[in-house]
DNA sequence: AAAAAACCTTAACAAATGATAAGGAAATCA
DNA sequence: TGATTTCCTTATCATTTGTTAAGGTTTTTT
């Protein structure tokens, strides 16, 4: 039962029988096929969700109506909106779902009650924080104030794996480019 | 001793005099000027800085030798390259004095003996790690994609004090935009 | 106080990127 | 299967942003 999510847990701490059963006991599974949203923009996030199975992807419409895409979630990913979620304020990102998907989701009080009285769940959760902060920042110096070319290069050689399973156009959107502007750099890189 | 450092760490959880006497032990202080250097790229990141006093910034410099700020550091923020703390591998970093600095030093053994020994300890940094996230998607947001102007006055709404203390042409670089372009801006900002 | 360095702005020009539109391929749907 | 939608590329033109260089102000150093 939720091979990936025992996957990623033990990856990172050591759970005993019992602690195991407590966190998994409080996940609840949601099934979801391709294009159906996990979550809309203007609700509060009521829970986080791990992807066991599938792909999925969050974007943001700007005030011009123009979407971009801010992250994306494939198996033993997490996905949400962590403001949203921790604050309870209504969030700005649609979750969409890309491969349908099999997705395992939180409460917020679940997540309180498992810090709680689980201690290496809250070092699970410090661990991965950490680790989602480190690959953000990666994030921010692989894009920010390069150009282009150099942005898709840096992307290519981190998450090749993506272009296979995700749309062109929603990568140009995460990179922060055009669609035209991608299909440009590929053209000159192919030769 | 340390205002700036127990009163963030009573933000965010409640300590018992014995702990926060445990925790402030482990701090090494240190005393920078202007224009010092508190880590130096290609150095192992020994320690983390949490500033008491003061304000530094991190720039990464690419294969072509220009240099990308990566993060500002005022009093009660946090400093340092994460990933090569974490990993003990050589940082691509350099962090900069901009006013002259107190900051506390904390090394990674000292960090996971109070992991350990200190749950409040864990908590804390869980919540850090959480919000520094949070600010830091807020960031991704706010820039990637978006034209100069816009992120330019995203980041006025947010950080209006920063301008008060950094020379542009360092904000111009955090934006990932030159520092002609944050002139021309503002040129038209203000008419 | 004088000299040097750092910083900001402006202008002119070059380069990169965005916008729009069209055509065709591929995937999805009925 | 045939029709429809989604996706990608390409071309053209407009706009934004970068580059370089110069001048002047402010700050720092000697």
Redesign the interface.
Known sequence: MYPVLLHELHKKVTLSAEQEAAIVSQFVPKKLKKRQFLHQEGDVTQRMSFVEKGAVYSY?T?THGAQ?V?QFGFEGWWIGD??SF?TQKPSRLNIEVLESCEVLTLTLESHELL?KTI?PY??Y??LL??N???A??????N????PAEEIYSRFMEQYPFIFSRVPLHLIA?Y???TPVTLSRIRKQAAS
């Open positions: 943001s700007d971009h801010v962590l403001y921790f810090l201690p809250e070092t959760m410090r924080y950490q989602a902060y480190v953000l920042l990666n994030r921010v110096e894009s920010l104030g390069l959107s990179m922060g480019i």
